[in-house]
């Protein structure tokens, strides 16, 4: 299992930014027609390893059961992070990590999930 770091990330323009304490395991790229549209990987953390830094305006948008606020930032449109409800009931934030500062491109893999199918 990796370590559990701190990681830090934001939007392009900087208006929103964050930290997260995260071992990036367990991503996933998904098909569904939001996430693979906006070639999200996402890492999915409690609420408590999440830290706004950056509030800048953000756009909100819901989609299928709307169970997942999406949140883009609203000058310069990237999605860094979605919250929600894990379906285990516990609040959780899902970080796009293509969103985050301090790794290599393309050093990580992710879990292909179909949620195009679901």
């Not at 323009?13 to 906006?38: F, M, P, Q, T, W």
């Not at 930032?73 to 379906?87: I, N």
Request: with cysteine; net charge negative.
């Amino acid at each position: 299992m990796a370590e559990v770091k701190t990681h830090k990330g934001g939007c392009r323009c900087g208006a929103v930014a964050y930290e997260v304490d995260s071992d990036l395991d367990g991503l996933i790229e998904c098909n569904c027609s939001h996430c693979y549209r906006k070639g999200l990987v996402l890492a999915f953390v409690t609420q408590d390893a999440f830290r706004l830094t950056a509030d800048g305006a953000q756009t909100e948008y819901l989609f299928n059961t709307n169970k997942i606020t999406h949140l883009s930032c609203e000058t310069c449109g990237v999605q860094s992070f979605a919250h929600g409800v894990a379906p285990n009931g516990q609040p959780m934030m899902a970080v796009n990590i293509r969103t985050l500062t301090d790794i290599e491109p393309f050093g990580w893999t992710a879990q292909r999930v179909d949620g195009r199918s679901f």
